[in-house]
T-cell receptor, first 114, second 114 residues
Framework: AQSVAQPEDQVNVAEGNPLTVKCTYS??????LFWYVQYPNRGLQFLLK??????LVKGSYGFEAEFNKSQTSFHLKKPSALVSDSALYFC????????????FGAGTTVTVRA | DAGVIQSPRHEVTEMGQEVTLRCKPI?????LFWYRQTMMRGLELLIY????????DSGMPEDRFSAKMPNASFSTLKIQPSEPRDSAVYFC????????????FGPGTRLTVT
């Protein structure tokens, strides 16, 4: 069975400080990994994905994520958070053996205070 | 590109009534997904279509739920009869088949069953 864990329900940071949203997964093999963001009353928006290659992936809005195979983690990071980054963030996993099914984490609410 | 289009954006109905949610995927995308999002259960995949054919409907909660995709540009999710526990946000998403493309989500339909 595959699972995705986002251990923090909420993350609070001050504007300008680094932001990290944690994600670990339990999937056999080397899965595809994704981060999505959801703003209030909106659908999920794709941020970035890891397919293969460089473990550090850069995405939209200045976000990046690092794939760590030994720790089965894919933490999302931003060096300097903005108030506008306040949203709900989802990590998602798709096994390479499956051509469609994404498993989503429970989500982490990020609040960036001015 | 208009993105994934869903209608209606909000639906309020009484228990026992039939509800039909609609989705237009992005042109050229041949995979379509229906998800349900609730506070208690997070994001759940209800059904997956590929080339208009239902491939995985294991997430459909019960026989009251049905989904169709009569052509590549239109899908419906129907609940008949509706119950208060069906209240949720329902998302449609699409992506091209093949490589691990990210899924593109619509804005969602917020369903309230009273």
């Amino acid at each position: 069975a595959q699972s995705v864990a986002q251990p923090e329900d909420q993350v609070n940071v001050a504007e300008g400080n680094p932001l990290t949203v944690k994600c670990t997964y339990s999937v056999s093999g080397n899965p595809y990994l994704f981060w999505y963001v959801q703003y209030p009353n909106r659908g999920l928006q794709f941020l970035l994905k890891y397919i293969t290659g460089d473990n550090l992936v850069k995405g939209s809005y200045g976000f990046e994520a690092e794939f760590n195979k030994s720790q089965t983690s894919f933490h999302l990071k931003k060096p300097s958070a903005l108030v506008s980054d306040s949203a709900l963030y989802f990590c998602a996993v798709r096994p390479r053996s499956n051509d469609y099914k994404l498993s989503f984490g429970a989500g982490t609410t990020v609040t960036v205070r001015a | 590109d208009a993105g994934v289009i869903q209608s209606p954006r909000h639906e309020v109905t009484e228990m026992g009534q039939e509800v039909t949610l609609r989705c237009k995927p992005i042109s050229g995308h041949n995979s379509l997904f229906w998800y349900r999002q609730t506070m208690m259960r997070g994001l759940e995949l209800l059904i997956y279509f590929n080339n208009n054919v239902p491939i995985d409907d294991s997430g459909m909660p019960e026989d009251r739920f049905s989904a169709k995709m009569p052509n590549a540009s239109f899908s419906t999710l129907k609940i008949q009869p509706s119950e208060p526990r069906d209240s949720a946000v329902y998302f449609c998403a699409s992506n091209p088949t093949g490589l691990p493309y990210e899924q593109y989500f619509g804005p969602g339909t917020r369903l309230t069953v009273t």
